[in-house]
């Protein structure tokens, strides 16, 4: 366990590499840098500065010297700063991350109890109405896009009931219920998707499960229907379950960057895309290797999860 | 059990439709209901004339000239329906007119977190707000949205010499810097004027507009309240050049350090920056020690005790927003069509009506020629022949329903016009002539037809955009039937900017937004665009006469030498066509019925002055703002 641990780390460590090599190189692929986007409303006087501002921002470097001095930064905890605005990255993103870790949290539990809760019913009452529904509900989130359902949220709720999100972000140690209000709504339509995929692997592993020989020795010693469901069904299929969860993170991150711009919540989402369209190659380099980094950790922790979960697996 | 499950399901799916098609039926029913119904309030017409006043306040123009003309009555059906409507010149203000202190004005607007304001470059919004709309300039831009013309703000007069060479400038007395860090309240001085010029003229390093304001050979202090400013070459357009949005006043103290200035600037306006949150909100305050005066109430300003700007990414999200009262102001929204559901919706909404190139912004999409490539548009029949294959009545019904003009680079004031140049009555070399066309491509030995590769922008999600892909897609057909085979080589990003010319991208011919360049001066603007040596000349045109009357008319004095300049300029231009005007949109911006004061106070640059300072701007409470917006109002200014 201990060397397939480390092994994993040790890949874990060399993908992220390869992210940062790919992000640095791709941004700087897309026509037109940061200098050209500062230039959008001022191009005239800004034709003429705007190379000695690249000089400036060390852009006319060589760019493996650019990468070495980008890199020598992250090894020392500094991201660098973003080439827009001239602040820390890290410390941007520190400002964002609460944003989404809450919008992201209240989706992922969301999705959590909706799927696993009308999972198991659907498979446990399987063929009946209560299934029908369930089924309906996660073909329904399946097929409708976040950024769709989000659009039909806002426009319905402020033609039918006169409501709109409140404007301008609050923190929930600052006004709780505005809090609420403003990430409820995107976090119930992030769950909405997200629930429906778990909803739909836990009924198929549930009915699966539930059709074993063990299963029926439960029913026959006369086992009460929690026990046979919660206690012996559900603790075998829940498996692939909590893989699809983990590797549902990435849905999260993708997800938030449109919801926090249609709900305009400051979170990473809202400064990613922000930062693709400004060009600010150093911000967007630190929020995708910092993505990477969540995403690869995620992955190697629900890997890990198996063997506590099912003491069947080893690792070699 | 099976039969009775399929019944349940069959039950099931039936009751599920039933319910999804209701709710469909439902919501279709609402949105065609109110489309049916046009509900545009109309707004009478004002008819104050302009007249410029000391403080900088002028009444809105009389409009019933403008409607009557003859030019008017060629522009779009639509245009002539709704423009009486909207258009700033209709705005009659409240009688009596009692303004209200107090209350916080709410509008959509997101920042960059950048609030460097002259530096090079820095084009980003968070600066232009700030200088914009709050902070003061030593000229401004009047209310009159129509003629654009310059007005004394912080000076209490100026004259310009015969020879337009010597500007002398009087400042106002008694005007103090606001009560707060880093300049205390102190009064400001006529060495704070000059230093804030000489900073503007001369810091190459900190003034972008050094560089474009080359002209300028000193500034003078006289006594204690004038100053003069000196060039070298007759520099008419100093004054508008002083009006730009980003020459608001800034304090020494702060400018020089360089966390304050990009940290939290401080300058002298109706507001002070109080709170910025990246990615939140900017909040201002009211300056406690402004001295202005409307000039026609003789009220103290400003009125509103702050204006917050909140970062609201969605227009559907601004909208509901707006719907719910949460904002005063929103984007602008198109189509018409679209607008007038929400009329419904929100009784007494006003809207402002926007024309395109009278902003000094966006002046419609247009099609350059690279003239230092080799190629079928190097010979002028070509280029003649490319424009007289275009449609432009087709391509503003379709793309812009209706509701546009010709977008030109030059304002159509400049040439004398009251209104800007119909798609529908084009000027003769805008005129749709296939034949002719056809035949000038013959002359020009290209009777076959050839094929040419147009760059431009990848159109996103914005109205503009839309227009965009329904201008590339139209065009390509109207092109087509004259022979002429159209490749767009599409660029990532969007098209409201001049990324595409800023790309060093090897075009042979480009299709973007035109932008007057150089601030809102059109000499200028047009040098830059069109001269030889014009900075933003990325067409490479080299035409010694057009250089001539170029270089005349950025040195002239007398106004109507300048319009006739202006005039052989527009007809040069025409005539060579280096650049294939196409068509742009009127644009249409909803406030809310309690949002007075529009003229003044729109939170958009009404045009690319940024004229609206909101220091005129108030809030009706007895006009249906929300029961959670009410506020007590000051009783005491």
Known sequence: MRNYIVRRFILALFTIWLVSVFTFGAVRLVPGDVVDQMGIQSAVEFKIAKDEIRRRMGLTQPIYRQYANWMGGVFHGDFGKSVWTQTSVLQRIKQRIPVSLELGILAMLFAVIMGLAVGILSAVRQDTILDYLGRSVAIGGLSMPDFWIGIMVVLYSSLWFSYAVPLGYKSFFEAPLTNLQQIGIPAGILGLRLSAVTMRMTRSTMLEVLRQDYIR???????????VVVGHALRNAILPVVTIIGNQLPLVIGGTVILEALFGLPGMGQLTLQSVNQRDYTQLQGIVLLMAAVIVFFNLLVDITYGILDPRIRYT | MKPSHSRL???????????????????????QKAKATPGAPTQAAAT???????????????????????????????????????????????????????????????????????????????????????????????????????????????????????????LRDGITWPD????????????????????????????????????VQSVDIVDDRTLTITTNKPFVSLPNFLAQKRMGIQARECFEDDKCRKGKPYGFGAFQLKDYQEGVKAVFERNQKYVFKEAQSGKPLPYLDGFQRINIGDVEAQVAAFRTGQMDSTQQLVPWERLQVIMKDVPGMRVFMDGPCMALFNCGFTFSFNLAKDGPWKDVRVRQALSLAIDRKKLCDVAMGGICAIGMHIPYYEVGRPVYFSPYQPPTQLRYDPEQAKKLLKDAGFESGFTIKVTTGQPAGSQSDLEMA??????????????????YDILPGGTNSNTVAAIKKEWPALLNTRYLQGGARSDISMWNFLHSKGVANYSSI???????????????????KRMDLAKQVLARTLDQMWAIYTVDGFRLDPYEPWAINLAGGSDRASNSSGMSNFQKAWLDPKKGLPAARQFTPRSKP
Not at chain 2, 186 to 211: E, H, I, P, Y
């Open chain 2, 48 to 170: 104050t004339p302009s007249k410029a006043t000391p403080s900088g306040t002028s009444q809105p123009a009389a409009a019933s000239a403008r409607l009557a003309s003859a030019e008017f009555k060629e522009l779009p059906t639509k245009v002539q329906e709704i423009y009486p409507k909207f258009h700033p010149d209709t705005f009659k203000r409240p009688d009596p007119y009692e303004p209200v202190y107090g209350g916080v004005w709410i509008s959509p607007g997101g920042c960059n977190a950048n609030w460097e304001m002259i530096g090079a470059g820095l084009g980003n919004d968070c600066g232009q707000l700030v200088t914009a709309r709050f902070f003061n300039r030593l000229i401004n831009w009047g209310d009159d949205l129509i003629v654009e013309k310059v007005e004394p703000e912080v000076v209490e007069t100026w004259q310009m010499s015969p020879d337009g060479m010597k500007f002398t400038f009087k």
């Open chain 2, 9 to 31: 399901a069959r039950s099931f799916l039936l009751v599920v439709a039933v319910l999804v098609t209701g709710l469909v039926i439902l919501a279709c029913g609402k949105e």
């Open chain 2, 470 to 487: 329904n201008i590339q897609n139209l065009v390509k057909q109207m092109w087509e039937a004259i022979g002429v085979k159209t490749e």
């Open chain 2, 542 to 560: 080299n035409d010694p006469e057009l250089d001539k009357l170029l270089d005349d008319w950025k040195s002239a004095v007398d106004q109507r």
């Open chain 1, 217 to 227: 020795t439960a029913w026959a010693k006369g086992l009460a229907e929690r026990s």
């Open chain 2, 180 to 215: 707060a860090q880093p300049a205390n309240g102190r009064k400001f001085t006529v060495q704070d004027a000059k230093w804030w010029l000489d900073t503007l003229f001369f810091d190459k390093k900190n003034s972008a507009f050094a560089a474009e304001a080359t002209e």
